[in-house]
């Protein structure tokens, strides 16, 4: 079973900068998606961004266009999210989530099997 592990989270000032790391674990990765999603208090778990572990094709939720990279590692087995321009609205959650594509779209918590614990991000005004 894929395991993954978040970190990288923390309190930043807004306009500043943060990179995520995912380090995952387990069977081979070939075919799988990897994804970002973030939980704020009080709201659902909203997509972020994805990329294929085979290819690097990425997608990003629209609201974080421009300013939040995806990238992936596959000698090291990592995923990375940086974040560019932080604002208070950014603060949440961050999982990572690995899944196989399948009949759910990138962007749905449904084409994902495996989840990380989180990290605390909290962007300070």
């Known amino acids: 079973q894929v395991q993954l592990v978040e970190s990288g989270g923390g309190l930043v000032q807004a306009g500043g900068s943060l990179t995520l790391s995912c380090a995952a674990s387990?069977?081979?990765?070939?075919?799988?998606?990897m994804g970002w999603f973030r939980q704020a208090p009080g709201k659902e778990r909203e997509f972020v961004a994805a990329?294929?572990?085979?290819?690097?094709?990425?997608i990003y939720a629209d609201h974080v266009k421009g300013w939040f990279t995806i990238s992936r590692d596959n000698a090291k087995n990592t995923m990375s999210l940086q974040i560019y321009s932080l604002k208070p609205e950014d603060t949440a959650i961050y999982y990572c989530a690995a899944g196989r594509p399948g009949s759910a779209p990138w962007a749905n918590t449904r084409a994902y099997q495996a989840w990380g614990q989180g990290t605390q991000v909290t962007v300070s005004s």
């Open positions: 990329i294929s572990w085979v290819g690097g094709r990425t």
């Open positions: 387990g069977p081979t990765f070939v075919g799988y998606i």
